[in-house]
């Protein structure tokens, strides 16, 4: 059964979630089953299908690393391969074999193909506790070898401060006192009107819970199945006033209540156009275009976590060439000038955080690599910017390069080579949002991710030849 291009996966003996051990530890890079949030960039996954059909790769969101034996003498498994490996012969394969459980499509095994055993949570003391490790030989009694398989691709993780506009119908979801009940009503033109601004949070395993402004009371599955903003925090936890967020599109959301497992639907009987989980499925009643309530956003604040970074891509590419002659019969000293433009690219995206087209502006320094494993960061950045678009900086180089002693009579060539190579190095930033009131809202996030490509180990090479 094929997976989900995104997952987060969830041990089915301790409940808890997979995730990438970011902390300067003695298990830094393991994957543990230790998360509590599926909206983590530490738990999410990505599924990538192998040249073998049936077979995958898993690569960690948070470093675009892919999960890997720890060394060839453990059995561990950790998210830093910065390539992909199919030799099945070799200890840094990283081939797996998802398959399902009794048939279920979000109940799954995973071999790990070159040693021919299921992945599963390692019961130790700490710090290797509940770790990911390729040690079951065969069917684990306690099921530490089984994953519940959720698919975080379909997941639409909703900002924090948002509004809601049904597409066919072109009017704001508002909180609107009727019969003297709080509904919630598609009745505003303008998202700007306070009473049309919700609140999101997020529990642990995915779902939403919606505060209207308006009324400052949580959205809640009433009688009818209309949705009142009547609920308190301190009922937080029914069903009935927690929602599953579809992603349709990049902007376009379907809010399916877990109370009856309906999707939220602008409805008409005798009340005008409110919102009412009745939609079996997602039609265009239950599209609901989502708008961020934030005026500007700047990122501030950016750190690097070099140890985390991928190096990939790597190539040697000739760079410059330049040519010295000495037509004379006697030896001369000569040099060749060369010259060429350095090019370096960078972008700057967050693992999970949805563009809704809010204006950002970032201060960050540049990171390249310098050497092999070794960074340097390289002024900064500050201005304007779209998560992921990618920033060029060039520099005329020019060099001369003392050839020596050439014999009469000769031609020297010399050729400039350098190794062109990509960098997907994650980081930690601060958010500040100032809000259609006004207010200022500052986050510290983990979800970013930096990419680069750079030029580095330079080398010459000569060739001589007679004129």
């Given amino acids: 059964m094929a997976l989900p291009k995104f997952i987060v996966l969830k041990s089915k003996y301790n409940n808890q979630y997979l995730r990438y051990v970011q902390e300067d530890s003695q298990v830094h890079s393991f994957l543990q089953f230790s998360g509590e949030n599926v909206v983590s960039p530490f738990t999410k996954l990505e599924v990538v299908p192998a040249k073998t059909e049936g077979l995958v790769h898993l690569k960690c969101c948070y470093n675009n690393r ?30 797996f074999k998802p398959s399902s459980v009794d048939n279920n499509q979000q109940i799954f095994r995973f071999l790990h193909v070159q040693l021919g055993h299921y992945a599963c949570l390692w019961r130790l003391a700490p710090p290797f ?4 490790f390729a040690g079951s030989e065969s069917i684990d009694k306690d099921s530490c070898d089984v994953c519940i398989v959720i698919d975080v691709e379909s997941l639409f993780v909703l900002p924090k401060y948002v509004g809601f506009k049904v597409e066919d119908h072109g009017k704001y979801l508002k909180g609107q006192t009727i019969e003297r009940k709080p509904y919630l009503q598609f009745e505003a033109n303008d998202v700007s009107d306070p009473a049309t601004w919700h609140e999101a949070s997020f529990t642990g395993d995915g779902s939403v819970r919606l505060k209207s402004n308006h009324f400052d009371k949580l959205w809640n599955l009433s009688p009818g199945s209309w949705i009142l903003a009547n609920a308190d925090d301190t009922t937080a936890s029914n069903k009935e006033m927690l929602f599953w967020p579809t992603k349709v599109n990049n902007d376009v959301v379907a809010l399916r209540s877990l109370g009856n497992n309906n999707y939220c639907k602008r409805f008409t009987t005798t009340l005008l156009s409110c919102l009412n989980a009745n939609d079996t499925g997602i039609s265009r009643f239950s599209r609901l275009q989502v708008k961020e309530l934030v005026v500007s956003r700047k990122i501030s604040n950016v750190k690097f976590h070099t140890r985390d970074a991928r190096i990939y891509g790597k190539s040697l590419v000739p760079i410059a060439s330049g040519s010295a002659t000495n037509n004379n019969e006697q030896k001369t000293d000569v040099q060749v000038n060369l010259s060429y433009v350095d090019v370096k690219n960078s972008s700057w995206n967050s693992t999970s955080t949805i563009k809704l087209g809010v204006p950002i502006t970032i201060n960050s320094p540049f990171a390249f690599l310098v050497d092999e494993g070794a960074f340097e960061t390289i002024g900064e950045f500050e201005g304007s910017y779209e998560w992921g678009a990618t920033k060029e900086s060039t520099r005329e180089v020019e ?30 930033y601060t958010q500040h949002d100032v809000l259609m009131d006004g207010k200022t809202i500052t986050y510290d996030m983990d979800d970013g991710l930096y990419t680069c490509t750079t030029t580095f180990n330079f080398k010459y090479e000569t060739k001589i030849e007679k004129v």
Avoid: M
């Fill in 399 to 428: 060099i001369e390069y003392i050839v020596g002693t050439l014999e009469g009579k000769s031609k020297v060539t010399v050729t400039l080579l350098g190794t062109r190579v990509s960098t997907d190095i994650p980081f930690s």
């Fill in 129 to 132: 506790g509940n770790c990911l």
């Fill in 66 to 95: 892919y999960l890997v034996r720890w060394s060839p003498n453990h059995w561990w498994l950790v998210g830093a391969a910065d390539e992909p490996d199919e030799d099945q012969s070799k200890w840094s394969c990283t081939l």
